[in-house]
C-alpha cells in the first residue's frame, strides 16, 4: 500500500487542516485533544502525546528500533504506521501488514559528494517523499499526498526548553520514553541561537526547514500552508497559536 492510497480513507476527518506532531518541548504545554477531528500524523516519540487518538506514526529514523514507543506504544494502537522502508522495514514485523505503509525518500543531502540534490525538497502528490533531516519533514509531505493543504506543526522547536532545559516534551510532562536497553538518556545543549539553548540536530534541522521554505517560495507547490506553533527557533514559516489556527482552519471542510 502507498500513501496516496489512504487520499479517500478518512470521511469522518476536517480535511482542510493536518497537524505534524513533533516532539518538541512546547508540545508539553499543548492541548491537543482539539485535534481529534483531524488527520494527525505523529513523528518517532510524539507519538506518546496521544497515541489512542492520532491517524498516523511515522518515522524515517532508524534509531527508532532502540525505543519502546515503536514497539509497545505504536503496536498497541490503531493507527497508520509510515514508515521509510530501506531503513525500518527490518523494524516492523510486530505491526500488523494492513496498518503499514512503508515509503521512499529522495536525497536532501548527500555526505559523499557534499550537495544538495536539487529535487531533493520537491513537494509532490505522489512519492518518494522528501528528503529528511527531520521525519516532520516527512509527515508535511505525506499530509500533502493526502489532500491536506493546510499543514500545522506542533513540537517543531529545534531548541531546549527555556523553562526546564529539556529537550523532549515527556521529559517535562511524561510518559517517559524508554529505552529498550535501559541506556541512559543523555542530551546536551552546546550552543545558544537567540537566546535558546540548542545542539548539532537542532541547528541541522533549523537549515532543513529553512531551505524546504525557500523550495516552496520560489517552485512551489504554491497552495501548500504550513503554519507553526511550535515554540523555539524555527522562524521560516508563518507562526500561530494553536487556538487561533483552530479558530481560522478548523470550521472549513
Known amino acids: 500500500m502507498k500513501i496516496i492510497d489512504l487520499k479517500d480513507k478518512f470521511p469522518d476527518k476536517n480535511k482542510n487542516l493536518g497537524f505534524c506532531i513533533g516532539a518538541g518541548p512546547s508540545l508539553a504545554y499543548q492541548d491537543v485533544k482539539p485535534l481529534r477531528d483531524y488527520i494527525t500524523i505523529a513523528a518517532n516519540s510524539g507519538i506518546l502525546k496521544d497515541p489512542k487518538h492520532f491517524t498516523g ?4 529514523d532508524w534509531s527508532v528500533k532502540d525505543w519502546q514507543y515503536h514497539y509497545d506504544i505504536a503496536k498497541h494502537h490503531q493507527l497508520y504506521k509510515f514508515l521509510y522502508r530501506s531503513k525500518l522495514e527490518k523494524y516492523s514485523s510486530h505491526f500488523k501488514p494492513e496498518e503499514i505503509i512503508f515509503f521512499e525518500h529522495k536525497c536532501w543531502y548527500n555526505p559523499k559528494t557534499k550537495e544538495y540534490p536539487e529535487d531533493g525538497l ?16 516527512s509527515c508535511v509531505h505525506t499530509l500533502y499526498i493526502l489532500g491536506i493543504r493546510n499543514i500545522v506543526l506542533l513540537g517543531a522547536d529545534c531548541a531546549y526548553d527555556k523553562k526546564t532545559g ?5 521529559e517535562i510532562t511524561g510518559p517517559f520514553a524508554k529505552r529498550r536497553e535501559n541506556k541512559p538518556i543523555s542530551w546536551h545543549a552546546y550552543k545558544k541561537v537567540n537566546g535558546y539553548s540548542t545542539d548539532h540536530h537542532g541547528v541541522e534541522t533549523l537549515e532543513y526547514w529553512r531551505q524546504l521554505a525557500e523550495v ?6 504554491k497552495d ?8 523555539g527557533l524555527l522562524n521560516c514559516f508563518p507562526k500561530m497559536t494553536l487556538e487561533k489556527v483552530l479558530e481560522e482552519y478548523g470550521d472549513k471542510k
Open 122 to 137: 520537491d513537494i509532490t502528490e505522489d512519492e518518494p517523499i522528501i528528503g529528511a533531516r527531520s521525519s516532520l519533514g
Open 216 to 221: 516552496i517560495k520560489t517552485r512551489g507547490p
Open 224 to 231: 501548500i500552508n504550513i503554519i507553526d506553533c511550535s515554540d
Open 57 to 60: 506514526y511515522l518515522s524515517d
Open 166 to 170: 529539556k529537550r523532549y516534551f515527556w
